[in-house]
């Protein structure tokens, strides 16, 4: 068995700068003579390496990779007092207080964890509500391994992550296959302006299966500038219901504010032209098996996934509780919105539709 390390001592520091700088001997004989691996005091040397000034006597640390110009031309040497006194300061630096032992950040943190916040959601949101206070800050990875840590094993916080899981893995993709949707039309003949979620009114829609033999379904539509979501029970995956759904979602929003829509491959989007024709909207399709392209909606549907995991059946599910899940899930704050929510954007991007409809000048360009 190997031996237990232990840290440079000052008289061995002082034994390396006599052997080593005054007497000369190179790395590997001054570490056979103090009993220590050559590699320790390489690294020691690197950490302790200072250059002297010609100008005003002063010093600073030596890096072997920069380059010395300037008044900086003196060969390096080793302080053993310094270097002391460097190893003194790193020790007492790694021994900060544990960011979770605060009380009021750890009942901060749990109580975002019971709503169901993400822990990069956390650290956003903390910056927001508390931009002053240091003490209120902690980083999503540090949530993650305070979460899996051995302590907190009993409260078992992983139930509150989007996941849940008790080890974080890697995504894997499937194989690509063709769909078969009539009138189909590609997601790579949308304009590309809608890729950056610059303008408000573009859409992306999907459907959550219930666990059998139940036959209803959640049909979901997100608003891609926004994030807000919107959901209707139906009662089967069928195409005609399916589209009912739609037209109900979208005829009360105003025109400017449902352009297109992006859907997968899936069968119940086959009637999409009766939606399209009665609305004047547009319908684009994402490439098989790329979810990916339609990011903003499999986000909602993860967000519904907590409230109603799969293999549930939606049977006893009724249109109001279904609609108190998604206000929660809209009333929540968003990294990607800057930690405003879905609902205070959407707020803020119908106000801003109404206030050009109001405007003198945009109701003659629009009449004439």
């Keep these: 068995m190997g031996t237990c390390y232990s840290h440079l001592s000052p008289d061995e520091r002082i034994r390396i700068e006599r052997l080593h700088c005054e007497q000369g001997l190179s790395v590997r004989e001054t570490?056979?003579?103090?009993?220590?691996?050559?590699?320790?005091?390489?690294?020691?040397?690197?950490?302790?390496?200072?250059?002297?000034?010609?100008?005003?006597?002063?010093?600073?640390?030596?890096?072997?990779?920069?380059?010395?110009?300037?008044?900086?031309?003196?060969?390096?040497?080793?302080?053993?007092?310094?270097?002391?006194?460097?190893a003194d300061l790193r020790r007492h630096e790694s021994r900060k207080p544990h960011r979770m032992d605060s009380d009021r950040l750890r009942s901060w943190v749990m109580d975002a964890l019971r709503r169901g916040w993400s822990p990069e959601l956390i650290e956003g949101r903390l910056k927001l509500e508390y931009p002053g206070d240091p003490a209120m800050r902690v980083s999503h990875e540090c949530l993650y391994q305070w979460i899996y840590a051995k302590p907190q094993r009993d409260l078992d916080l992983r139930q509150y992550l989007p996941r849940g899981r008790k080890h974080r893995?890697?995504?894997?993709?499937?194989k690509v296959r063709g769909p078969r949707i009539p009138m189909r039309v590609p997601i790579s003949q949308r304009p590309k302006t809608v890729d950056s979620r610059g303008q408000f009114g573009h859409w992306?829609?999907?459907?959550?299966?219930?666990?059998?033999?139940?036959?209803?379904?959640?049909?979901?539509?997100?608003?891609?500038?926004?994030?807000?979501?919107?959901?209707?029970?139906?009662?089967?995956?069928?195409?005609?219901?399916?589209?009912?759904?739609?037209?109900?979602?979208?005829?009360?929003?105003?025109?400017?504010?449902?352009?297109?829509?992006?859907?997968?491959?899936?069968?119940e989007a086959s009637y999409h032209q009766l939606v399209d024709e009665a609305l004047g909207m547009l319908t684009y399709f994402a490439d098989p098996y790329s979810s990916w392209q339609r990011g903003t909606n499999e986000n909602r549907n993860g967000r519904i996934r907590r409230y109603l995991p799969k293999k549930t059946p939606f049977d006893d599910l009724t249109q109001a509780e279904l609609d108190a899940i998604v206000k929660e899930i809209n009333d929540t704050p968003m990294k990607q919105l800057e930690y405003k929510t879905p609902n205070e954007a959407w707020d803020e991007e119908t106000s801003r539709l109404q206030s050009k409809t109001t405007n003198p000048s945009t109701s003659v360009a629009l009449t004439s």
């Design 169 to 174: 893995v890697r995504r894997k993709r499937r």
């Design 204 to 267: 992306e829609s999907d459907t959550i299966v219930g666990a059998a033999p139940s036959r209803v379904c959640i049909d979901t539509q997100v608003e891609r500038k926004s994030r807000r979501l919107f959901a209707r029970l139906i009662p089967d995956k069928s195409a005609m219901a399916t589209a009912r759904a739609e037209y109900e979602i979208y005829r009360d929003l105003p025109p400017r504010a449902r352009i297109d829509r992006t859907w997968d491959n899936g069968t």
């Design 31 to 86: 570490a056979r003579l103090i009993g220590r691996d050559k590699a320790t005091v390489s690294r020691e040397l690197k950490r302790g390496l200072w250059f002297a000034s010609n100008e005003n006597g002063s010093y600073r640390p030596y890096r072997p990779r920069r380059l010395k110009t300037g008044p900086w031309t003196s060969m390096p040497f080793y302080s053993a007092l310094a270097a002391q006194r460097r």
